[in-house]
């Protein structure tokens, strides 16, 4: 696409493209920038827990009472252990991603990719998070009270991070803007 072309793209855009239907006045490429760093903002918040997570189960192997713990508790301690590395790659993987391709107007394309591991990240962290809560109430008080917190825990980690927002999602009306995601469409 020549200077014409390019002209004409970003002028329709501007007026009566796809990128102006929520008010807002960009371009597409402009609005993969704001997503993207909307979504880096996102991921920032989640990176965090990850890590404080990730660090103290790196680091219980190596505690005094790690060796009492039955072989079902290895196993939630490693299937928690597995789903917390998977968290941090689904959040980091963006980053990577996006420097790999950066300046080769693959913006909308990573856009999209890092919301679909964003939310991978975030279904990982909630195993690994309710991995955690089971292993603690399992080894600090049993496994029956382990199994009812960690139910409950799941239950309001998946309304307030699924339900409630699908279910908001699905009563508003379509918009027709187009697909670029990994940040809010505010």
């Not at 079902?72 to 917390?84: D, G, K, N, P």
Request: glycine content about 10%; hydrophobic content about 50%; some cysteine.
């Amino acid at each position: 696409m020549g200077i014409d072309g390019e002209v004409a793209a970003v002028i329709q855009d501007r007026v009566g493209g796809d990128a102006a239907v929520d008010g807002r006045r960009e371009t597409r490429a402009e609005r993969a920038d704001r997503n993207f760093n909307e979504l880096l903002q996102e991921l920032r918040v989640a990176q965090t827990g990850v890590q404080i997570l990730f660090a103290f189960l790196l680091t219980l192997p190596f505690t005094d009472g790690f060796g009492k713990i039955n072989s079902e508790q290895r196993v939630v301690y490693l299937v928690t252990l597995i789903a917390t590395a998977l968290a941090t790659s689904c959040l980091i993987a963006p980053v990577s991603q996006h420097r790999i391709l950066f300046r080769r107007r693959q913006k909308p394309e990573i856009v999209n990719r890092a919301g679909r591991l964003a939310l991978a990240g975030l279904a990982f962290l909630l195993v690994a998070v309710i991995g955690s809560v089971y292993l603690i109430f399992d080894v600090v008080v049993g496994v029956r009270a382990a199994g009812v917190v960690a139910g409950m825990i799941a239950a309001w980690f998946v309304l307030i991070w699924y339900v409630q927002p699908l279910l908001q999602r699905r009563a508003l009306p379509r918009t027709g803007v187009p697909r670029v995601s990994g940040g809010s469409d505010r």
